[in-house]
């Protein structure tokens, strides 16, 4: 039985073992439908982003060559930051999910693709498809609540040093390639516990390793050295690109999973839990953002983060066409769909890190462990 973090409310109260199982086969057919449509479509979609993503970038980098001149360093730059952020959102991580397995094309696979980041493919794949949404929001399973190094939750144990949670977002935000690198480590969790003198450990840092001097040796040494005087100014220009793709990527990522409205889950959450409350626990633990169709591509289609949790390996550009049919089963089954214009959910994501960082003000007398299966079912 899957179990809600302690809650005053139970929001799924109302609903019955079968209800949930039958939430799983309406999803089920929702996903047949979709995999049994893929086709020349979709493999044009993907192929005309990369297209625009490769060409984006080598012209802004040629751009760049003469970003001495001010306007050439704000086109460039500008440019840059964009196909960086295509690179990692709409093509790199949709292509690691294996949404485009499908095709058979060798150049287009989940085991084959590698990505403008920091942290080495297989690495992210292990702690994010294999990890991230098998425990989606499942407290002390799940890392990317919080990234290990955030309380996220009124039931974590609060301590003085989260009084700093707001800072370090802010520089996880800022470096979050790194960061990110980092957490697929599980860095942390490893110098605590003695696991960094592992050779297994010990094999993926140097992976690690190797791929941080393969993206600076480009970003900060060749391509500035090819821009010749404009070597300080093309350098600025691709940290500030950098900078950009990782505070987009960062802001993103957390209206996924932190704004107000999404859950988080109990550890026994994963014990005997059926496909049906698998289902549900990705529906109430994740969060959409609103907005024009360009602004879901440049978030890699995770704007809609309830859809992708509920079904990671289908096209990213399939998400748009089945969230008024995910959306409608939420309101069939009198469930909350949590969704929300871009700066309202990130300034909900942030509020939540801020307010959690300071002890709870009261203590939340009558709260309860919340099973997805309400007690009469």
Known sequence: MTVIQKKAVNPI???????????????????????????????????KVIKTQRTLEISSRAVLLFSLFPPAWILGTAGLAVAKILDNMEIGHNVLHGQW?????????STTWDWDHVSPADQWKHSHNELHHRYTNVVGKDNDLGYGIMRVDEDQPWSPGHLGQPFYNLINACFFEYGIAAYDLELGENLRNGGHKTPEFRARAKAVGRKIRRQVLKDYVVHPLL????????????????????????????????????????KTSIEGETKGEWYLRQMLGSANISGPRLLHIMTGNLSYQIEHHLFPDLPSNRYHEIAPEVRALFDRYGLKYTTGPLPKQVASAWWKIIRLSLPNRRTRRGRSVTPLVSAGA
């Open 101 to 109: 397995d499908w095709m058979r094309d060798p150049k287009i696979h």
């Open 227 to 266: 821009s010749g005087p404009s070597f300080l100014t093309t350098l600025a220009a691709t940290f500030t690109a950098n900078l950009i793709r990782n505070l987009w990527s960062h802001s993103v990522i957390m209206c996924g999973h932190f704004p107000s409205g999404v859950e988080t889950f109990e």
């Open 13 to 47: 109260a109302h609903l019955t073992a079968e209800d949930i199982e039958i939430i799983g086969k309406e999803l089920d057919a929702i996903r047949d439908r979709v995999i049994a449509d893929r086709g020349e479509r979709d493999a044009r979609y993907i192929r």
